[in-house]
């Protein structure tokens, strides 16, 4: 469910030029500078082709790549029902596959030799760990196989447990045990019990807090910690503490606009639709006056969110100049599906039974082909 990206900014076990490089392409990653990032990146495993950090950052930049031109890396991606049975999702590029799994493989096996050499080093333990977990992630979210990543899921909490057993002031490590044991509260009783005896943790408070106590702990993963809380926060309805990650995301890295998207949607899943329309607005100048690659369905996306707010606060005929711009963007289909929903409610809100069934009808179609089921149920409930 969660993509941590583990993006680490540089450990012990690189040299200085490599570690200032992989903090580097860190920020740069974050900042959405992808291209820039990757390059350096590049440049750190150079430096050190014996730094497990470099290459998991080499890894998780290949993956980015793959998400954005997928276009989920959005909150709305994972803010489902926690599911267990494996996806359908397209393959990815097997040269950006082949360079992800060239990289984090690299750096498993340099995680495993430190571990070895230093078995009571709980930093050797925590980047083992962070390279099995970033395999576990990529399996879910890019290949869809969730069972194919138990294996390696239980690896990493196995080696972020050690290194709290090691030193428990390491709260960074808690993100990794912290998210398997919100997902595992998250699950039905029966693949519950499963995930129990396969040796993982539960609950749902104590995972939120310790990738909390990660969120504020100055570690290398503290952004991706951030991250997690923002889904999780929304997750939850916990919308101000979701805000709060957010306003320190965008003071972090103001060149990335969708920290301006995902702060609208916050906005307007509380209720405050007065509130996303002002900050969508202002991230749709920055999204205009970026000239950077957009992420796939991005434009369709920003259209949608802000019609949506607009429509919440009845201004009808901006809403409705939005959600029609939105359907004529580059768009992923539940975002497509969502938009004519918002329609069949404007068109309900004027007695237009007969519209608004056609956009409802359109709206389940294309939710329920993009794993959008919730959307697709309360449009077939409106339909009747």
């Known amino acids: 469910m969660l993509a941590c990206l583990t993006a680490a900014e540089g450990t012990a076990f690189g040299n200085p030029q490599s570690h200032a490089l992989s903090a580097k392409a860190a920020f740069d990653i974050y900042n959405l500078d992808r291209e820039q990032g990757?390059?350096?990146?590049?440049?750190?495993?150079?430096?050190?082709?014996?730094?497990?950090?470099?290459?998991?950052?080499?890894?998780?930049?290949?993956?980015?790549?793959?998400?954005?031109?997928?276009?989920?890396?959005?909150?709305?991606?994972?803010?489902?029902?926690?599911?267990?049975?494996d996806l359908k999702l397209p393959p990815p590029p097997a040269?950006?596959?082949?360079?992800?799994?060239?990289?984090?493989?690299r750096a498993i096996v340099l995680g495993r030799k430190h571990v070895d050499a230093r078995p009571k080093d709980p930093e050797a333990h925590f980047q083992l760990g962070s390279a099995i977990g970033l395999r576990a992630s990529y399996i879910v979210t890019v290949e869809g196989g969730l069972f194919a990543a138990v294996k390696a899921a239980r690896g990493a909490y196995?080696?972020?447990?050690?290194?709290?057993?090691?030193?428990?002031?390491?709260?960074?490590?808690?993100?990794?045990?912290?998210?398997?044991?919100?997902?595992?509260?998250?699950?039905?009783?029966?693949?519950?019990?499963?995930?129990?005896?396969?040796?993982?943790?539960?609950?749902?408070?104590?995972?939120?807090?310790?990738?909390?106590?990660?969120?504020?702990?100055?570690?290398g993963n503290q952004t991706d910690a951030r991250l997690a809380m923002v889904l999780l926060d929304n997750r939850e309805g916990r919308f101000d503490?979701?805000?709060?990650?957010?306003?320190?995301?965008?003071?972090?890295?103001?060149?990335?606009?969708?920290?301006?998207?995902?702060?609208?949607?916050?906005?307007?899943?509380?209720?405050?639709?007065?509130?996303?329309d002002r900050v969508l607005t202002e991230g749709l100048s920055r999204f205009a006056a970026d000239t950077r690659e957009k992420m796939f369905g991005e434009p369709a996306l920003w259209m949608y969110k802000r019609g949506a707010a607009r429509a919440a606060l009845g201004r009808i005929a901006e809403a409705e100049a939005d959600l029609r711009d939105a359907l004529t963007l580059e768009g992923r289909p539940w975002v497509y599906g969502r938009t004519h929903f918002e329609l069949g409610k404007l068109a309900l809100a004027k007695n237009d039974r007969a519209g608004a069934n056609a956009e409802f009808k359109q709206a389940v179609?294309?939710?329920?082909?993009?794993?959008?089921?919730?959307?697709?149920?309360?449009?077939k409930h409106l339909i009747k």
């Open 38 to 85: 990757l390059a350096e990146y590049r440049q750190a495993v150079a430096a050190d082709p014996d730094d497990a950090s470099a290459l998991r950052g080499l890894a998780s930049a290949f993956w980015l790549s793959i998400t954005f031109h997928r276009g989920n890396m959005t909150v709305d991606d994972y803010i489902g029902k926690v599911g267990h049975s």
């Open 95 to 105: 040269d950006v596959a082949a360079a992800f799994k060239d990289a984090v493989d």
């Open 158 to 219: 196995d080696e972020h447990e050690k290194v709290l057993d090691l030193d428990p002031t390491r709260a960074d490590a808690g993100l990794v045990v912290g998210t398997y044991r919100y997902v595992v509260s998250a699950l039905s009783l029966p693949v519950r019990f499963f995930a129990y005896v396969y040796g993982f943790g539960g609950g749902k408070e104590k995972g939120l807090q310790m990738i909390n106590a990660a969120a504020e702990y100055p570690g």
């Open 241 to 276: 503490a979701a805000l709060y990650q957010l306003s320190k995301l965008r003071d972090k890295y103001p060149k990335n606009r969708i920290l301006w998207l995902e702060t609208g949607s916050t906005y307007l899943r509380a209720g405050r639709a007065a509130d996303a």
């Open 365 to 379: 179609e294309l939710c329920a082909s993009d794993n959008d089921a919730a959307s697709a149920d309360e449009a």
